[in-house]
C-alpha cells in the first residue's frame, strides 16, 4: 500500500472512531454511515494530517508552541472584539474598510488553513481568498496597502507560532 492510501486509511480510522463517540451509537445504520462519511472526508483530505508521522506530530516543542498558539488567538481576538467595540461605540473613530493582500511564508496546508480561520475568528478581519501564499483579507480599517507591512500586522504574531506548529 502506497503512502497516501495508508494515510488515508489511518484518517478514516480516526473520523469513524470520532464519529462513534460523538454520535454514542453502535446501531449497524449509524457504524456504516459513520464509515462511509470517514472515508468521504478523508479522501477529500488526502488523509492530512496523518501524512506526517506521528512522532513529528507529537513533538514537545510543538505541543508547547500549540498551547501557546490557543492563547495568543485568544487574546488576539480579546484585543480585536475590544477594538470593533470601541468603534461601534464611538462612531467618530475612523474606519477604513478594504481589502489588502498578504503574503505568508507558511508552506503546509494545515498552516495556511489554520491562519487563514485564525485571522477570520478575529474580529475586524476576514479571510476572503488564499491563491498560493498570497491571502486576501477584509480589513475594519486599512492601516496600509503595503503587503510587508500589511503582512506584519495581521498575520506575523500567527505565523510565529505557526512556523513551528505545522512545519
Given at each position: 500500500m502506497d503512502r497516501r492510501w495508508r494515510s488515508i486509511s489511518i484518517a478514516t480510522l480516526f473520523y469513524w472512531a470520532l464519529w462513534l463517540v460523538l454520535v454514542q451509537s453502535f446501531d449497524p445504520q449509524e457504524m456504516i454511515a459513520g464509515a462511509v462519511v470517514a472515508f468521504f472526508v478523508a479522501f477529500l483530505s488526502?488523509?492530512?494530517?496523518?501524512?506526517?508521522?506521528?512522532?513529528?506530530?507529537?513533538?514537545?516543542?510543538?505541543?508547547?508552541?500549540?498551547?501557546?498558539?490557543?492563547?495568543y488567538l485568544f487574546f488576539a481576538i480579546v484585543r480585536s472584539n475590544l477594538d470593533v467595540a470601541r468603534r461601534v461605540v464611538s462612531p467618530s473613530l475612523p474606519i477604513n474598510p478594504?481589502?489588502?493582500?498578504?503574503?505568508?511564508?507558511?508552506?503546509?496546508?494545515?498552516?495556511?488553513?489554520?491562519?487563514?480561520?485564525?485571522?477570520?475568528?478575529?474580529?475586524?478581519?476576514?479571510?476572503?481568498?488564499?491563491?498560493?501564499?498570497?491571502?486576501?483579507?477584509?480589513?475594519?480599517?486599512?492601516?496600509?496597502?503595503?503587503?510587508?507591512?500589511?503582512?506584519e500586522k495581521i498575520a506575523a504574531g500567527f505565523e510565529k507560532y505557526l512556523e513551528v506548529i505545522c512545519g
Open positions: 488526502k488523509g492530512e494530517p496523518f501524512t506526517t508521522p506521528i512522532n513529528c506530530l507529537l513533538a514537545p516543542k510543538r505541543i508547547l508552541y500549540s498551547i501557546i498558539y490557543v492563547f478594504g481589502i489588502v493582500k498578504i503574503k505568508t511564508r507558511l508552506k503546509s496546508p494545515l498552516g495556511k488553513m489554520i491562519l487563514a480561520n485564525s485571522i477570520t475568528l478575529t474580529p475586524g478581519t476576514l479571510t476572503v481568498d488564499v491563491r498560493g501564499d498570497d491571502f486576501y483579507i477584509h480589513w475594519i480599517d486599512v492601516e496600509t496597502k503595503d503587503v510587508q507591512a500589511a503582512t
